[in-house]
């Protein structure tokens, strides 16, 4: 078709069934008498030199014993989807390296068509996609939108073997009834063959991995501990800082910029920071010796033996409760109350990488903050599937990228 000034608008390609050869019934794919022919209708394939195109085709009725007058089988087409699965395809894999507006810019189509194709590309590889032989599970939650309402988290697990992270699974919300029908989904014979499971200390969680997961080495995440440590010490710090402002703005000078340097780990301070951090450490300030109790805490990884690692948390333990700071206190008293499932790191090692799940959060953020243009919640649960859950993908003739 040609606009106005006589340049090409779209090409339109009629398809005519081959006369010899009978439709198939849309249900059992088996070959059936015609019945009649349905008006002409309409679908969008991949656009050919940069022009859209479409096929057009007027759709048999067939009259299948089985299954009495059915639509035939379009080997393009999938159910009532106005657009060819080949262009399904290309839309669903450049979306994986553009953003959907991007996408849909590009290939002159709009953002829904984009985001049903995305929707129609991971159903089809949710549903065939193979659970078995998944030895360790990592569960956390994920912060979603602005708030901390209930609403605002998503509970996620995760595959975290060495031969295959993925996302498995991600749900609203991270109560217990969240967690449960995420395992529920994964099915019974998933959670019956885990060997290991990791996740944070949030109670819900655990209670649930308890109940459902109890065969299975439960694991605390290495770096949620870290992250526990670092938000006390940055707590001592914004504290005390208040109080030195309002003594004398000299004094409080001391723990300016500070807030970076004290949160890395103490090697990997170098520069004008490690200045500033070493004149912190010699000064008697409360923020100097949170830091101090952080950093001591990083032995802890590094013990061999259960029962060494056990002795050096309950003395790390109580000196952080002498220590007169309220929130090293507060996860001194955590750590402790979990302390059989922190030692079962020991029993774990080497078997279960707890960085994996650092790592699959690390990139949820990249594709939950990037400007997608995510409308609600459930074009982001596509999205996550689709760029973290390596799921398979439908077969197609033409690949374009
Ligand atoms: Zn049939």
Redesign the pocket.
């Known amino acids: 078709m040609l606009d106005s000034h006589g340049k090409p608008e779209s090409i339109e390609i009629r398809m005519v069934a081959h006369a010899g050869m009978r439709g198939r019934?849309s249900?059992?794919q088996?070959p059936?008498p015609g019945y009649d022919r349905l008006p002409e209708r309409r679908w969008q394939f991949v656009p050919l030199w940069g022009i859209p195109t479409w096929f057009r085709y007027a759709p048999r009725r067939v009259q299948?014993a089985?299954?009495g007058v059915?639509v035939e089988q379009i080997p393009w087409s999938d159910g009532k989807r106005p657009v060819t699965c080949a262009m399904m395809g290309f839309l669903a894999r450049w979306a994986r390296r553009l953003s959907w507006r991007e996408t849909a810019r590009t290939f002159q189509t709009s953002w829904e068509s984009v985001y049903r194709s995305v929707d129609w590309f991971v159903q089809w590889g949710l549903a065939h996609r193979q659970l078995s032989g998944i030895q360790s599970l990592g569960v956390d939650e994920i912060h979603w939108g602005h708030g901390l309402r209930a609403d605002n988290f998503l509970t996620v697990i995760y595959q975290i073997d060495a031969h295959c992270r993925r996302l498995l699974w991600v749900g609203k919300r991270r109560s217990e009834k969240t967690l449960r029908r995420g395992l529920k989904a994964l099915g019974p014979e998933v959670i019956r063959g885990l060997r290991f499971v990791c996740s944070d200390m949030w109670r819900p969680y655990l209670n649930v991995l308890a109940a459902e997961a109890g065969q299975a080495l439960h694991v605390l995440d290495r770096f949620h501990i870290t992250m526990h440590l670092n938000q006390a010490v940055d707590k001592v710090r914004r504290a005390e800082g208040t109080r030195l402002r309002a003594v004398s703005k000299e004094k409080a000078a001391k723990l300016k910029h500070l807030r970076w340097p004290l949160l890395r780990r103490g090697s990997r301070v170098r520069g004008r920071a490690r200045q500033k951090l070493n004149a912190l450490l010699a000064s008697k300030l409360a923020t100097a010796r949170a830091w101090e109790l952080k950093e001591a805490f990083g032995h802890f990884w590094h013990y061999r033996s259960v029962i060494w690692a056990g002795a050096f948390l309950d003395y790390w333990c109580e000196r952080a409760l002498r220590s007169r700071l309220e929130p090293m206190k507060k996860v001194a008293r955590m750590l402790r109350s979990h302390e059989p499932l922190l030692l079962n790191w020991f029993r774990a090692k080497g078997e279960v990488s707890t960085g994996a799940v650092e790592g699959l959060n690390n990139k949820i953020r990249v594709v939950t903050r990037r400007s997608y243009g995510f409308r609600t919640y459930d074009a982001q649960e596509i999205a996550l599937y689709h760029t973290l859950g390596r799921l398979p993908e439908p077969e197609s003739t033409h690949r374009f990228c």
Do not use: M, R
């Open positions: 019934c249900v059992c088996q059936a299948c089985e299954h059915v």
